[in-house]
């Protein structure tokens, strides 16, 4: 079974700039998580979908924005990037339903440079 | 609001040693689970162990086990026999029921280094 992949793995844009990473869960999940990891303020949570809603959401300022699709596939966009942005951002899938107790699999990650 | 607090960064240790990584948290939710992820220098964090709030009976897993007290709000994890291979950041998180969905809040990390 593939695990949860993660597209781009790197990407380097400048401040000003727009981004929009991809994940796709794996098969049969229908909850996509996205986490952003810095050296300064560690994992935290971005937010979360499942059925194409955004059912749960971190404290993240309005350009940190995401979607997913009827596949359960999840993109994260980030507008008007400011260096601070840069970051490794995971996604991780888990089992449909609202238990909070669903082990949460991990992408590899997509590490975002901002210059 | 919740809260995870592992208090060390990084812990150094020679081959074969044991070495216990601990995590304290603070929640207001009666049920809520908790989490170990391992994050290797690949960048995947992986599962390690899920403890629910209503089960604290230890848990051993070959060389891991985990010591989980209420009573001090902490869930210990400890390697025995520790090998170059368990050189990683271990992430301890928890996640509360009273969440519409998932949310994890994870620790801050400790950075495991095994030297041979």
């Known amino acids: 079974k593939a695990g949860v992949t993660q597209t781009p793995r790197y990407l380097i844009k400048t401040r000003g700039q727009q981004v929009t990473l991809s994940c796709s869960p794996i098969s049969g999940h229908r909850s996509v998580s996205w986490y952003q990891q810095t050296p300064g303020q560690g994992l935290q949570f971005l937010f979360e979908y499942f059925s194409e809603t955004q059912r749960n959401k971190g404290n993240f300022p309005g350009r940190f924005s995401g979607r997913q699709f009827s596949n359960s596939r999840s993109e994260m966009n980030v507008s008007t990037l400011e260096l601070g942005d840069s970051a490794l951002y995971l996604c991780?899938?888990?089992?449909?339903?609202?238990?909070?107790?669903?082990?949460?699999?991990f992408g590899p990650g997509t590490r975002l440079t901002v210059l | 609001a919740q809260k995870v607090t592992q208090a060390q960064t990084e812990i150094s240790v020679v081959e074969k040693e044991d070495v216990t990584l601990d995590c304290v948290y603070e929640t207001r939710d009666t049920t809520y689970y908790l989490f170990w992820y391992k994050q290797p220098p690949s960048g995947e964090l992986v599962f390690l162990i899920r403890?629910?709030?209503?089960?604290?009976q230890n848990e051993i897993s070959g060389r891991y086990s985990w010591n989980f007290q209420k009573s001090t709000s902490s869930f210990n994890f400890t390697i025995t026999a520790s090998q170059v291979v368990d050189s990683a950041v271990y992430f301890c998180?928890?996640?509360?029921?009273?969440?519409?969905?998932?949310?994890?809040?994870f620790g801050g990390g400790t950075r495991l280094m095994v030297k041979p």
């Open positions: 991780a899938s888990s089992l449909a339903g609202r238990s909070s107790y669903n082990e949460q699999f």
């Open positions: 998180a928890l996640s509360e029921v009273g969440n519409a969905g998932n949310m994890l809040t």
């Open positions: 403890r629910n709030s209503f089960d604290e």
